[in-house]
């Protein structure tokens, strides 16, 4: 079993910043994938940045250049920096691992 705590989520005006944090417990292994999605009202969830064991990461393109990705394995920490938000980027905001698991969602909310 693995447990899943996001934090860091908040309100925001357009063009600030925010970092997520997903702190993770019980049988965790590095070498598996983490990622963070998100889902808006009325849309589907999707993936917003992906990382896996060796360090290898992948953006959706809407966030590319904004967002970044990385991962604590000494502190089983997923983090997500998030800068020059935009109101379309309001969402809540969900930890994944190993593609199975997931958090209970932090909610961000970008202000125009």
């Known amino acids: 079993q693995v447990q899943l705590v996001e934090s860091g989520g908040g309100l925001v005006q357009a063009g600030g910043s925010l970092r997520l944090s997903c702190a993770a417990s019980?049988?965790?292994?590095?070498?598996?994938?983490m990622g963070w999605y998100r889902q808006a009202p009325g849309k589907q969830r999707e993936l917003v940045a992906g990382?896996?064991?060796?360090?290898?990461?992948n953006y959706a393109g809407s966030v590319k250049g904004r967002f970044t990705i990385s991962r604590n394995n000494a502190k089983n920490t997923l983090y997500l920096q998030m800068n020059s938000l935009k109101p379309e980027d309001t969402a809540v905001y969900y930890c994944?691992?190993?593609?199975?698991?997931w958090g209970q969602g932090t909610q961000v909310t970008v202000s125009s």
């Open positions: 990382i896996t064991g060796t360090g290898s990461t």
């Open positions: 019980g049988s965790i292994f590095s070498i598996n994938f």
């Open positions: 994944n691992y190993g593609l199975k698991y």
